[in-house]
DNA sequence: GCGACAG
DNA sequence: ATCTTGTCGC
């Protein structure tokens, strides 16, 4: 048993060779979602605590319609490649209290991207059977090129001979995001709507959303 | 064996 | 993730 965790590491790579599986590489995805959540997750500095945060927001007018947060413990330890396992519960919880029904799911963290393709983004796709795309700051796997400085421009994230994702520069001159599939969607549409979701800033107006709720979550939880 | 390693 | 001061720039 690794520290703060509900099962050993080998437990949990096998849910995850599990699942693998039900992951829905097929389906585009909405071309035009209605409304599409971003889901972040705070931590207290001593990591005894953590706030889960969802937001839904107005595909159009990018406008929050809806939210909720969960605070808890964290269910596993940091292991990078299990981290849904430290946040999904948490994650699951905010999603319970939601009072519509997101259209796509924009996860804080990889899909595909991942070293046995089943990161954060596919295990929340999966569970909920919602279409869902991950946006990580930073990659985990994976080599690729600097995409052209432009907003809008990208190169492919290969590894081990799969593209699992893309390097998009949501701003120009600004560091990229890596952007991978999670369950439901294609490549190209993740991409758009990512695009769509980043009218000024380099992060999608979901994650930055969900980010701030689920610190002032934080802050009064505490 | 030695690094790298989403948040 | 979180700990942290100043600093450059719109």
Request: charged share 20%; proline share 9%; aromatic share 4%.
């Amino acid at each position: 048993m690794s520290p703060m965790s509900s099962g050993s590491w080998q437990e949990a790579v096998a849910v995850q060779e599990e699942l693998r599986p039900l992951v829905d590489l097929v389906g585009p995805g909405p071309a035009a979602p209605a409304t599409v959540a971003g889901l972040d997750v705070a931590y207290e500095k001593s990591g005894e605590l953590l706030a889960a945060a969802v937001t839904v927001l107005d595909a159009r007018t990018l406008a929050v319609v809806d939210s909720a947060v969960s605070v808890g413990r964290p269910a596993f330890g940091y292991v990078p490649g299990l981290f849904a396992f430290r946040e999904l519960p948490a994650l699951l919880a905010a999603l319970d209290r939601l009072t519509t029904l997101p259209a796509l799911l924009v996860c804080d963290g990889h899909g595909l991207a991942h070293p046995r393709r089943f990161g954060l983004a596919c295990h929340l796709g999966v569970v909920t059977g919602l279409p869902a795309i991950g946006v990580g700051k930073t990659p985990l796997v994976g080599e690729w090129a600097p995409p052209p400085i432009e907003r809008g421009a990208w190169s492919p994230l290969r590894d081990g001979g799969d593209v699992v994702g893309r390097v998009l520069r949501t701003r120009a001159g600004v560091k990229p995001v890596f952007v991978s599939v999670g369950h439901r969607m294609s490549l190209a549409n993740a991409t758009a709507q990512v695009l769509a979701l980043t009218p000024r800033y380099r992060l999608p107006e979901t994650t930055r959303t969900a980010d701030r709720l689920c610190r002032d979550a934080l802050a009064g939880a505490v």
